[in-house]
């Protein structure tokens, strides 16, 4: 039973470019959010994706964006990169009605230069 | 906006002594979770509470929701090298998201 996986490990961008990251969640499990963890930080909750609609979303300007597909499986795209986005993004998936039980992927590595 | 704060942000102990880290949010939580984080690794869950004033172990691993669900805590007994990570609170109020908290990093010297 594979956990949750996120796709690439690492990725570097210069600024103003666009960025795409992959999340399959753990089986079994419906419900996918995405964090952004700065260095030294703790995650920050970006949105959440049920039912192939954001459900919940945090902060974060419109720069950033998801999808849900039918398989469950998530994207997150981040347009316009700024420096500060630099960060590791992480996917954490859930079964609806048990959102404590939640596991986290490995997170993709985003460096922007 | 919400706000969960932990201390210390840094402690170093030596192999064997006890820890212990604080987590304080500015609002009342509906519950609050526990997670904990190797370097280089992701968050890994550890447990929730749930009920005001509970208290909940793992092994060497004792967690405590304060009464007025605005706090807690995480203390670990006779520290091992492997308990090394960053150990982070993560509250919710209701059905909203998590929010983190600012994270403890553990050393343990052998």
């Known amino acids: 039973d594979a956990g949750v996986t996120q796709s690439p490990t690492h990725l570097i961008k210069t600024r103003g470019q666009q960025v795409t990251l992959r999340c399959s969640p753990k089986s079994g499990h419906d419900t996918v959010s995405w964090y952004q963890q700065a260095l030294g930080q703790g995650p920050q909750f970006i949105f959440q994706y049920y039912e192939e609609e954001e459900r919940q979303r945090g902060n974060f300007p419109d720069r950033f964006s998801g999808h849900q597909f039918p398989n469950y499986s998530s994207e997150l795209n981040v347009n316009a990169l700024l420096l500060g986005d630099s960060a590791l993004y992480l996917c954490a998936s859930s079964l609806d009605g048990l959102p404590w039980e939640q596991f986290f992927g490995p997170g993709t590595r985003l460096t922007v230069l | ?110």
């Open chain 2, 1 to 110: 906006g919400q706000q969960v704060m932990q201390i210390p942000q840094y402690q170093h102990v030596q192999e064997g002594e006890d820890f212990t880290t604080y987590c304080n949010s500015s609002t009342t939580l509906s519950n609050i979770q526990w997670y904990k984080q190797r370097p280089g690794g992701h968050p890994v869950f550890l447990i929730q509470l749930v009920k005001s004033g509970e208290v909940k172990k793992q092994k060497r691993l004792t967690f405590q929701f304060g009464e007025a669900k605005k706090n807690s805590s995480l203390h670990i007994t006779a520290t091992q090298t492997t308990d090394v990570g960053t150990y982070f609170c993560a509250g919710r109020t209701g059905a909203n998201n998590l929010f983190f908290g600012t994270g403890t990093r553990l050393t343990v010297i052998p």
